[in-house]
């Protein structure tokens, strides 16, 4: 479990095609109390740590795992947002995070608010229903608030989020721009419910 409170952003330093992809990531981490096998969500998705050494580690990438995250994602020179799993007794600052990405969306505006950003993003008819005004979302790995949503012809939405420039100098989101694909986890309550509310209905 995470929480959505980026504490690194890494680098992919090299991407080696094997079965799956080994992709060695770079980053600020103390790593001499992370055991192999422990998990590391990159931007926003859960991985195994499979090797490491001072300031890298290395997971290993299924193709099922690229097909349902961010194209691009796993190129070499990418910015990865960092979070390392809970611990017992871990202050939870932003929401509950389980690293598996619902979708993909897309950055729609970038707009500056004050000293913040209003960030836009359009997702499909998919997810539009579990995304909700005030509900928490987790984009690239980022726990957010939604502040406001609007349905599109298609069924899907777009919907909005607020980064103060803390959260974007702390994560990849200082860089975001119009057309830029992102990770989508939507809120782990809001999943349960539609798949509760899904049962009931086809039960009628």
Not at 7 to 17: A, F, K, L, M, N
Not at 145 to 151: A, D, G, K, L, M
Not at 184 to 199: C, K, P, S
């Amino acid at each position: 479990m995470f929480t959505g409170i980026i504490t690194d952003v890494g680098r992919i330093e090299s991407v080696e095609t094997r079965g799956d992809l080994r992709v060695r990531i770079g980053c600020g981490f103390d790593l001499a109390d992370l055991d192999l096998g422990a998990s590391i969500a990159c931007s926003g998705v859960c991985l195994t740590v499979v090797d490491k050494g001072e300031n890298w580690f290395a997971v290993d990438v299924s193709a099922e795992t690229r097909r349902r995250t961010a194209p691009g994602l796993w190129a070499e020179g990418a910015a990865l947002n960092l979070e390392r799993a809970l611990k017992v007794g871990d202050e939870l600052g932003g929401h509950i995070v389980t690293g598996h990405v619902d979708g993909i969306g897309e950055v729609a505006s970038v707009e500056p608010v004050g000293d913040s950003q209003r960030i836009g993003f359009v997702a499909g008819p998919e997810l539009a229903r579990y995304i909700a005004a005030k509900g928490s979302i987790a984009l690239d790995g980022v726990s957010l608030t939604v502040n406001e949503v609007e349905p599109l012809p298609d069924g899907g939405v777009v919907f909005a989020v607020n980064v103060i420039p803390h959260t974007a100098a702390q994560t990849s989101f200082g860089t975001l721009a119009p057309g830029r694909k992102v990770n989508i986890e939507i809120d782990i309550l809001a999943r349960y419910l539609g798949r509760m509310l899904d049962t009931r209905a086809s039960a009628m």
